[in-house]
């Protein structure tokens, strides 16, 4: 028979003691804790539609300076790259030549007048003796004729003259409007023809400018039926346009559209639209690359779901995570229109107060009893902005007692 001594019986009592806690331990799990969300509630309210398009600047008026009238140009009265008048005089071609032809107009108008009164006189005599058989009637009709003539030459002579003037005029090549003109393409010698295809210089107004900007056919029709079911509401005809400038900014007047073609491209199927825009300080130049945005209306009890919450499933179709009232997770799918800024514009399937998480969604399941944060979404940048916390509780406060809770669990 074996005997235990005494030593080897108070070494093998706290061995049992561990061995015991340690299989206590293992049977008895922690309390399960649920997964930390965040959340935005859904209000319905009108929201603004609009279309980024992008386009280019044109110059509202463009006119090309040719001369009407030959010769050598004497001076150039402008500097390349100013703005200008109409009526400012751009050009002078040398006038000798329409100088003297106007000259010679008007005397030969001056030789037709002085010839008028003895016709006249003539005329009225021949009439007064006619009548007592004293001269021939045709001696009378041949007076008649003459002064007739005299008369027609008048006429003939004062045209000739006003047309004298008018070449003489175009010999200053003026203004035709208001702009800012181009660098000349002749200088002072050149010889230049009436009605030449090359122009001198172009002249471009630049306030107003136009924004000529491209839609495609597809949403053309998505806006036109949302307008006419209702969906979408129109404040009259005055649309008003922003612009988006090469370099991101924002420019600072906005615009009107002015008109759409009654064309679709067939090549592109795309339709040309026009807005102008307020150009005071010339910032806008023709030419220039922009981003029109064009407010197509307002939708009237719509939401704005963050894009954050948004995912795909297999199927393509556009859903998100929902927190019910009872605190668990619901798979929804959202029939998305389109992109307002970070959100999408969404009109079925929500209801006023849901709460969409925008957090912590990878880690849950659809059913999964969830604690909920409600947070608010930054416009601009789509980020969480505030939280919302019960009494006027801080952030650290809230995260202390997250932690005592976690630590009372495992205790």
């Known amino acids: 028979m074996q005997y235990w001594s005494w030593q080897s019986v108070l070494l093998a009592v706290p061995l049992l003691t561990l061995l015991a806690a340690c299989s206590q331990e293992k049977t008895t799990p922690p309390p399960a804790t649920r997964p930390e969300v965040s959340a935005v509630t859904l209000d319905p309210q009108p929201v603004s539609v609009t279309a980024e398009l992008p386009g280019r600047t044109s110059a509202s008026v463009v006119a090309e300076v040719r001369p009407q009238v030959g010769g050598i140009i004497r001076s150039r009265n402008f500097r390349e790259g100013s703005d200008v008048k109409q009526g400012d005089v751009l050009y002078e071609i040398d ?14 108008l001056e030789r037709a007048r002085g010839a008028l009164p003895t016709a006249k006189a003539r005329f009225d005599r021949y009439a007064n003796l006619n009548k007592t058989n004293v001269i021939s009637q045709q001696d009378l009709d041949d007076s008649q004729s003459t002064y007739a003539q005299a008369q027609a030459d008048v006429a003939a002579a004062t045209a000739a003259l006003e047309t004298a003037r008018i070449n003489l005029d175009y010999t200053k090549i003026r203004a035709p409007i208001d702009g800012r003109i181009d660098a000349s393409t002749v200088t002072v010698g050149a010889l230049v023809t009436a009605s030449q295809t090359a122009a001198l210089a172009t002249i471009r107004k630049l306030d107003p400018i136009n924004v000529d900007v491209t839609q495609s056919s597809v949403s053309f029709l998505r806006l036109r039926h949302a307008v006419d079911e209702g969906r979408l509401k129109r404040d009259g005809s005055n ?59 307002v939708a009237e009890n719509s939401y704005l779901v963050p894009q954050r919450a948004v995912t795909r499933n297999p199927k393509g179709e556009a859903m998100a995570k929902f927190v019910t009232a009872d605190g668990k997770v619901e798979d929804r799918i959202l029939p998305v229109q389109r992109a307002i800024g970070n959100n999408w514009l969404v009109s079925e ?17 659809p059913g999964q009893d969830v604690n909920v944060s409600v947070v608010t979404i930054d416009d601009a940048t789509g980020d969480l902005r505030q939280a919302a916390l019960p009494n006027g509780t801080s952030p650290a406060e809230l995260v202390r007692a997250d932690k005592s809770s976690v630590t009372a669990a495992v205790e």
């Open 95 to 108: 006038p000798s030549f329409y100088q003297a032809a106007y000259d010679n107009a008007n005397a030969a």
């Open 239 to 297: 649309i008003s346009v922003s612009l988006t400038l090469e370099d991101g900014s924002i420019y600072k007047q906005s615009g009107t559209l002015e008109f759409s073609e009654a064309t679709v491209a067939e090549s592109v199927g795309t339709i040309n639209v026009r807005a102008t825009f307020p150009n005071p300080d010339r910032l806008l130049l023709p030419g220039m690359y922009v981003r029109a945005t064009i407010e197509e209306g």
């Open 349 to 365: 399937g929500v209801r006023q107060g849901d709460r969409v998480i925008v957090e912590g969604s990878q880690s849950i399941a």
